[in-house]
């Protein structure tokens, strides 16, 4: 083997006759494959087979940039797209505070937090860096990854020592470069690892050749149990250390025991209680973050510093026990916030030979225990459970009873129902057969099915209304903005302003007072639960609302304009009645229009056609057919047919008689639609329609708009009469019945209404889209048309009328939530910062006590909009129980780690 290098790319080449040409930057290396024994294991004593197959000692190939890198040596320059749940994100200001830090590596390309559901989204290039230091700033922080590990099955710690000829911290830092990588571990004997459970395609397909090539062996994973002590472990333990030495350095004082004992058990107890504090702090000046944990621990050391030793521990216990409970709190708020809509499958049971794969992947599987289906036939192979993101279109996937459906699809066999709920707020079971389409997320009630795939993963129709969810939870509404742009000032103003009181009192307790009751978390949970909860609820519900900001401007709608048809309507005409000429009979009447319609898309032809056919009637051959001004005509025999307008066939010189004239003039007085068939030059037939039907609960929907104090208004193209007749129905005065409207008219009219009043425009075609950027709140109904759906601020999957003030409702009792929690943080702030200056106590952990009850409060005020029958004094009951077992949970994991048993 020789080696060149390329000085204008920065490129160093092995060349050997009889292998590829491999390349590899100047930060990375390349390894050869090495010898193995028949089980996997490498041979000890054969170090020369090793080296006659050109094996490269690591120590001599690893670049040493710097004691952090060492490179997996595969070709993954460019962005990487990786997501996973944390833990500990309470807060936006948290995220953006961990968002902040994690961005200062050279590495990261994007980095999305959300506090909704305590995810991460990084973009990284791994040609600068690696997945893993990232994760190692988020952890720092408190935010470490909430996934599992899993043992690389089939290799152990010594016998990749042995082969990569390596250390244990060499090791472990080469397995870290590994694409993908978040953590590992190396026990006593296995090697565990963590990784997100969400990658691209290439990715996966890198970061498994990474460490086949590294280990030897093909991946597979087994999920590991690992003991060891997580960050609310810690915290925890923390907490109960410190509740035990509290009431013993006040025996201490009570009974003046010398100086020394009383500095020491205290010392013990504020670094042992506080560990997890202090860490987090020290991370946040590490990554120039300044928050709120800075001014605890400053508080902490302070009251230090002063001899204030019970004031010390019952801060840290305070601290511990609160920051535990609102870690509870907020995932029992996201657990309520997920809803039916947020859920799509990971993994997903194909039926095929073969299991699908990229070229050159070692695909990784899982230990799952998967049982036969009964009426699948024999010959068929065994189904077998494999990740979403190796699941491609033309696949063959199974799902049973009871199950999520994982991917669009047609179904190719079987007969079942599905919950539809998620998607578009309908409750009752949709029956499903073979031929018809299934969307992913879905919950198959009765089965089995086999679906032939068509979208998977972001590209189901699904995933888009989630990341439409996801997008729109996240986006923080003017308030939340306001609010944090005031705790950035205040935070500084709070450090400085602690000392200025100081200096100016003479006592410095009060500064870490106030650095203690003037931190702002209360504040910053104030609008952000409630706005997320609620947006998953309406998720839930059927409604996709772009964010916090539309459901303030929701909760103010005064007037409601909906468009009739397609909104209130289902747009599909019905026949209402036939009037013949003398001599004319029905099925004459009825064969010949469907003769003349027979090719037309005009709503009225399908409903003669329906007609026609309900009362056997075969069309008629008519020829030379074209469409008219307002109708059609065609050559029956010898005779010129006729089927439109009133005033078309009047321009025609037809002749129609007085009573088909009246019953036409009478049909459009009551709302109704009217075409008159003629035949030569006489009118045959009449026939008016029931322009379309309301759909079920527009009543109902109407009466709830009346309860909330909400005016209703009827805009549509169709005649003045149609839309009056249509108020009448609905108890709507005429005089908010807009007819005869074109889509400008409508968006003019919008606009004109909304700079006196709130609006809500409600409409499903392309022509409301302006109407629906004019209003204040847009609202589309049904699928819509894409520029419809652009236009909007809330989308309405379902044609049900009544989610509307089911989202109003909402909306208001969301702002009455927000505003109560604005009072109460801003009220008990206030207090605890004039109580401090006017002396009227001078606890600390009074101070923390009530600073961190306000807190919990507030979360649990938002997460209680997800269910409006939950019990707030059982849920704090709920919160407590969990605090006594998971102490119990980190000491038992404690015991393990220390003793190695149970």
Known sequence: MRKREDESEG??????DDEDELIASEEKLIKDESIESKDGQVESNELASFQKEQFIPLQNILPKKDDDYFSAELVTDGIHNFEWPIKGMDCPDCAMKASSATT???????????????????GIDLGKGDLAKANRILSSLGHEPDVDWFRLSGVTVESVMGRQRCDRTSLKRLLLSAPGLLDVRLEEKDILIRRPPTMQPLTRQEHEIALERMTGKSVELVKGDVVGLSTEHWRLIGASIALVLLPIILLLEAFSMPTIIIVGVGILGTVVGGFRMFMEAIASIRNRVLGFQILTTMAV?????????????????????????ESSALIRARDAMQGGLDRLPRMARVVSGEKPRLAGVSSTTFSTGISPLSSLEPSRPEPEEIPIELVFPGTMVEVRSGELIPVDGIITEGVGQIDRAPLTGESVPIRVEEGEFVEAGLVLLRGPILIEVSAVGEDTALSNLIDRVHTYRDKPPRLQSSIE????????SVLLGGVGVALIYGEWMMMLLLWVVACPCALLLAAPIPHATALSTAAHQGVIARGGDVLERTARVDLALLDKTGTLTSGKPRLNSLVLADGVSMLEALSLAAGLEVRSNHPYASTIMLAAESEDAEPIEVKSLADGVAGVSGKSGRSIVRLGSQEWLNSEGINIAQPLEDAASDARANGFGVSILSKSNNAIAVFTFVNDDLRDGVKSLINDFSELGIAVELLSGDSQPAVEALGKQLGIDARYCRGDIDPDGKAIWVERRSQALCTLMAGDGFNDAAALAAADVGVAVGSGESVNLDAADVLIPSNDPRILARLIRLSKKTRMIVNINLAISLIVTLVLVISVIDRWHASLALGVFIHEGTAIIILLNGMWLADEGMSRLGTLGTLFKQLGSDCMEAWGSLKVMVTGSD
């Open 485 to 492: 742009l005031f705790t950035k000032f205040w935070v500084p």
């Open 104 to 122: 200062k590596n050279p590495a990261v390309a994007s980095c999305k937090i959300s506090h909704a559901d305590g995810m991460v989204r990084l």
């Open 301 to 325: 050391i302070g009251a230090a510093i002063l001899q204030q030793w019970p004031e010390a521990l019952m801060v840290v216990l305070l601290e511990s026990v609160s920051g535990h409970l």
């Open 11 to 16: 490129f160093i080449f092995f060349e050997d």
